[in-house]
Structure formats: C-alpha cells, structure tokens
C-alpha cells in the first residue's frame, strides 16, 4: 500500500526529534550530572486548577460521559460568550461558537469547510508548522511569506497584496505567535482583512495565546474587528488544559451549519469529560488563578528576554504574549563552527543539558539561525539554563 500523494509534503514535527534525543541523553546521565531542563515545547508547566479537575471528576461519577451534540454542550458555549463580553467587551452569540477537540480539530475543520483542492492561504514564515499542514492536509497550498523582525514576524497588508493570485482564497495569522510570541499590530490586522474581504476572501486569527497577552494594545481579540473573521481558541494554553484537547472557535452564523456537519462526520463530538471540566474554568475563582499564572508568565518573560540578550543570544522583537523567545543564535554557531540552528540545538543539549527547538520547524524565512525557547518553565529552571549557558560562553567568546 502506498501512502496518499498529499502526505510526502507535510514534514516530520521536527521537535519530537528533538525531544528524543533529550531522552537518549536524560537516560545515559549519571546521578551525579546535572538533569535535563527542557525548553522545547510549548506546554504550560501549571495543570488545570483544582475546581477544574474536580468538575471533570464529578462528570464521571454523574454518568456525565456520552456523546454531546456535535456544537459541544450549550452551557460551555454560553460560558465562553459571556467571557468574550466580560474580557473583551464583546458580543459574541453562544451560536456562533464551536466547541472543538482541541484548536487543532478546529483548524481541521475550517480548512475543510473553506479549502479547495489548488486554494492558496498565506501565513507568515515562521509559523506554528501544523498550521500549514492543516492546509496541505485538505489539498490546499500554505504559501509562507517571509517576514522580519521589523514587521514584528507579522503579515502586512502591503506584502499580502503583492503576493496575492488567482488561487489565493485567504491568510491564516496567529497573533500571539508560535515561535515569536508576537502579535500583528490591531491597524495592520484591519487592514489586511479588509484587502482579504475585497477579494472574497477569508481571515483565519489563531488567537490561542490571547489569553497570555500582556500589552493592552495587543489584548484584544480579532473578532472586534468584523464578524467575517474566524478565530481559532483552545483550552490548552491559558487554561492549563493540554491533553484534554478541548478548543473551540468562532465563526460567522452561515458558516455553522457546514462546520456542524463536518463535526459530526469527523469527531461526532469533543470529549464530554473535557467540556464539562470547561465550564469550570470560567468560575470567577478559577479565573483569578489563571490571572496569577499569566502574572506568573510574564515574569518568567521579563527576566529572561533580557538575560539571553545580553549572553549574545539576541531576542530582536520582545515578545508581548505567549511564552516563548525566537532568539538569534547565529552568532554562537558561528564560534562553535556550527553550519545552522539545528545543530546548535543539538550541541547546547549535549554541552548545557538544556533542550530548546530549532528554528527548522517554524519556516524557511532565517529560520537556520534562530532557536525557540520555551519560557513555560519554572523561573528557577530558567535561570539555571542561563547560568549553564553562561559558563560556556566564557569558553566561546574569551
């Protein structure tokens, strides 16, 4: 049997390869050595809050575990409506939301509603990687446009009118992103919608860090913008909730019933278990923890960025959400005669025992000189990879 044609042009998630290795390693230390601290993925180090879990336990015990409608449990999306208004100061009817398995089902299932098979969509380069892959999946083109650190690694609407054809039917923007943990400018957002809308196109928003902002110019969400702009959410990140894989998005009313259709077919439902430990997370108490946390981030943010600039480990755009640093390491390869980031990573995890990601996975824009860093790590763990890193640079550079 051969594989589907389509399948040789989504490649490996290029991480796990990375994250192999760091076990290989972690598995041959001696207790003497010092243990691998790991900076790779993007996973909160925080799990769901107490009165979140119990929720989930308490759906067990009430038989609370069979198929729920395919739009995912009404009181979840009412929940998640009065969020949009009490945070965002938003009107976003409970009927324009769909609760997901996770933000990458939710992807999957926009791709699939939108997406002909030729259709081009325009993201930014780099990007998360299976953002381009939910496209190619459906026979759709991810057309990566380079972007730099003066454009704040966003799309702009001059760039995405000059690369615009015949086949392009949209653009897919994260804003916070995966790996820089920056978000496009609110101004730059409208007015590549508006060029996008001209053309009888879409605007897809990941917004699955919106909840981990920390500058009030970026803390909005899209939806604010036009009720034409689908945005794409997720539990895991700002709800701590990664492996119960519970997402939703918003999208406008006519596009429900197709995506409803779709939900059916494809997952039936998300987890019953996940959405009712979702309802959970909106309680004013649980919200007050997951504030701590996003205070908690940014700390993390605020001592390291600066940190691993001065190492010459350089961070050229601060990162004003999320919790990673696309850091330039171009200089450091160079004096370890290192042909790329991809072997930087490899030789930092060998010499330092921190593991970070390199930049293979997120484009081809640059994407050989810089690494990601993961800031989801406990502040403690952080400062010991600098200090680590450190040491060596007093070998590099004397």
């Known amino acids: 049997m051969k594989p589907a044609q389509r399948t040789h042009q989504i490649e490996p998630f290029y991480v796990m390869e990375v994250a192999k290795r760091a076990a290989e390693i972690e598995h041959s230390l001696l207790a003497s050595d010092p243990a691998m601290i790991h900076l790779t993925l993007g996973e909160p180090d925080f799990t769901a809050p107490e009165r979140v879990q119990q929720a989930a336990i308490a759906a067990i015990r009430q038989g609370k575990t069979q198929y729920t409608a395919a739009l995912g449990l009404e009181q979840l999306r009412e929940r998640i409506s009065d969020w949009y208004t009490t945070r965002f100061k938003l009107k976003v009817p409970k009927e324009r939301i769909v609760i997901t398995a996770g933000a990458s089902a939710a992807l999957q299932l926009i791709c699939s509603a939108l997406i002909e098979e030729g259709d081009e969509v325009m993201m930014p380069d780099p990007c998360y990687p299976c953002n381009r892959h939910f496209v190619t999946s459906v026979g759709g083109i991810a057309s990566l446009i380079p972007t730099t ?96 894989r519970l997402g939703w998005m918003v999208v406008p009313e006519r596009l ?68 990673y640093a696309w850091v330039d390491c171009q200089a450091w390869s160079e004096a370890l005669k290192l042909p790329s980031s991809w072997e930087f990573a490899f030789e930092i995890m060998q010499r330092c025992h921190v593991a970070i990601t390199p930049g293979r996975d997120f484009g081809n824009a640059d994407t050989d000189r810089f690494v990601r860093f993961s800031t989801s790590n406990s502040l403690d763990n952080l400062q010991i990879a600098v200090e680590r890193l450190a040491k060596l640079k007093l070998q590099l550079f004397r």
């Open 149 to 244: 650190a003066a454009e704040r690694f966003q799309l702009s609407q001059q760039k995405v009118a000059a690369h615009w054809q015949d086949n392009t039917k949209g653009v897919l923007i994260a804003s916070p992103s995966n790996p820089t943990g920056t978000s496009i400018v609110p101004q730059e957002l409208a007015a590549i919608h508006q060029f996008v809308k001209s053309k009888k196109g879409f605007t897809i928003v990941d917004e699955l860090y919106l909840g981990l902002s920390y500058n009030a110019e970026f803390g909005q969400s899209a939806l604010a913008l036009d009720d034409d702009i689908i945005s794409i959410n997720s539990f895991s990140k700002y709800f701590s909730m990664t492996g119960w």
């Open 256 to 323: 429900v019933r197709t995506i409803e259709k779709l939900a059916q077919n494809f997952f039936i439902c998300p987890s019953a278990i996940s959405q009712y430990a979702g309802i959970a997370c909106f309680e004013q108490e649980s919200l007050e923890e997951y504030e701590q946390r996003r205070a908690e981030y940014r700390r993390r943010r605020d001592w390291v960025i600066p940190a691993l600039n001065e190492l010459g480990l350089n961070v050229p755009v601060m990162p004003d959400g999320a919790f």
